[in-house]
């Protein structure tokens, strides 16, 4: 997608000095953007305010470990491997590139243990965010309201 320019002429640096490693597109296109996020082991989500995200529920679909900055909708949905009973992410409180920085050297101490990282995948793969799920809480909802 687009952003802050200062940020997208910074990983086009990256992309001009490390051709073989770094490939950047500045530019919105869903069904790339399915396609880069469904073949990623893992998809960092740093924002300061989010107030739902999608990006990070179409990770757990493919399968994709995201790392997010507990914030809004992101703390809502993804379990830290550290804290939940049944993990599905990384996360991290901080905006400071220190902490960022722990997270993503905890997500890779996590992904050098083929199980561990095969079991937290499956976790994510196993929630359910579509609206059928919603629905159904909400009728829930709407009926503890009647009267008996």
């Known amino acids: ?3 802050e320019e200062k940020y997208a002429n910074d990983f086009l640096k990256l992309q001009e000095r490390y051709p073989d490693y770094v490939g950047v597109k500045i530019m919105y296109d869903e069904a790339l953007a399915h396609k880069i996020e469904a073949g990623a082991d893992m998809f960092l989500m740093p924002s300061r305010y989010e107030p739902c ?6 990770s757990l679909r493919y399968g994709t470990v995201p790392l ?4 809004g909708g992101l703390d809502d949905t993804i379990g ?3 804290q939940s009973p049944e993990p ?13 920085l ?13 199980q561990r990282w ?4 499956k976790n994510g793969m196993s929630k359910d965010y579509s609206w059928h799920q919603s629905a159904r809480k909400y009728v829930e909802l709407y009926k503890s309201l009647l009267p008996r």
Do not use: C, H, W
């Not at 995200?53 to 179409?58: A, E, S, W």
């Not at 997010?68 to 914030?71: E, I, Y």
């Not at 722990?102 to 083929?114: D, I, N, Q």
């Not at 095969?118 to 995948?121: D, G, N």
């Open 53 to 58: 995200g999608l990006n990070q529920i179409y």
């Open 68 to 71: 997010v900055r507990a914030t």
């Open 118 to 121: 095969l079991q937290l995948m």
């Open 102 to 114: 722990r997270t993503v050297r905890r997500a890779f101490a996590v992904y050098s243990t083929p």
């Open 88 to 100: 599905t992410g990384f996360k991290f409180s901080s905006t400071t590139p220190a902490e960022l």
């Open 80 to 82: 830290d491997f550290d």
């Open 1 to 3: 997608g687009t952003g």
